[in-house]
T-cell receptor
Framework: GENVEQHPSTLSVQEGDSAVIKCTYS??????FPWYKQELGKRPQLIID?????GEKKDQRIAVTLNKTAKHFSLHITETQPEDSAVYFC??????????FGTGTKLQVIP | KAGVTQTPRYLIKTRGQQVTLSCSPI?????VSWYQQTPGQGLQFLFE???????NKGNFPGRFSGRQFSNSRSEMNVSTLELGDSALYLC??????????????FGEGSRLTVL
């Protein structure tokens, strides 16, 4: 089955700096790669996603890149703000809503 | 539009008992998935239902089962509870009907504690 590895497990950055979270996946059939943000005590929410026919996608301060050959994808957050502090999960899916999540990255943005 | 609703929110059981958790998806969503969230393992896929059919199952023992009703509401059951079953159980619904995967809309979860 699919295996998704995520690094780092914790990340501290100064407000205004950039944050990068990296993930690798094992199943070459995976074609959908979402990122979810979970604030403390709240439900996970989708922040950005990318499909395998696209190499990069941006949404304001957030961007995701995908390298299908190397089977890795990354989340980039620029100009970080305190409200970006949360746990971020990468994930991969080959279809039918079966989503395999990474183990999460706890991001702390220091004001 | 109401979000995904899970009941109960909190429950405490003892080893050997069984538990049933309920999930009402967003109106119009026919796909319902279940995930187990623990601090060390993150979110682990349990199973997914679409139109009352289980389309996918994760790597959990047979003690974990589920079903979906004609109104898309879903239940999951865990029998013969073990201490390791203590976790937050998240339900998620989705609009997609075909083979593609799309955004998951999560409920707030049911926090199960097994003593």
């Amino acid at each position: 089955g699919e295996n998704v590895e995520q690094h780092p497990s914790t990340l501290s950055v100064q407000e205004g700096d950039s944050a990068v979270i990296k993930c690798t996946y094992s199943d070459s059939a995976s074609n959908y790669f979402p990122w979810y943000k979970q604030e403390l005590g709240k439900r996970p929410q989708l922040i950005i996603d990318i499909r395998s026919n696209v190499g990069e996608k941006k949404d304001q301060r957030i961007a995701v890149t995908l390298n299908k050959t190397a089977k890795h994808f990354s989340l980039h957050i620029t100009e970080t703000q305190p409200e970006d502090s949360a746990v971020y999960f990468c994930a991969a899916s080959s279809g039918y809503q079966k989503v395999t999540f990474g183990t999460g990255t706890k991001l702390q943005v220091i004001p | 539009k109401a979000g995904v609703t899970q009941t109960p929110r909190y429950l405490i059981k003892t080893r050997g008992q069984q538990v049933t958790l309920s999930c009402s998806p967003i109106s119009g969503h026919r796909s319902v998935s279940w995930y187990q969230q623990t601090p060390g393992q993150g979110l682990q896929f349990l199973f997914e239902y679409f139109s009352e059919t289980q389309r996918n199952k994760g790597n959990f023992p047979g003690r974990f089962s589920g079903r979906q009703f004609s109104n898309s509401r879903s239940e999951m059951n865990v029998s013969t509870l073990e201490l390791g079953d203590s976790a937050l159980y998240l339900c998620a619904s989705s609009t997609l009907a075909g083979s593609n995967t799309g955004e998951l809309f999560f409920g707030e979860g049911s926090r199960l504690t097994v003593l």
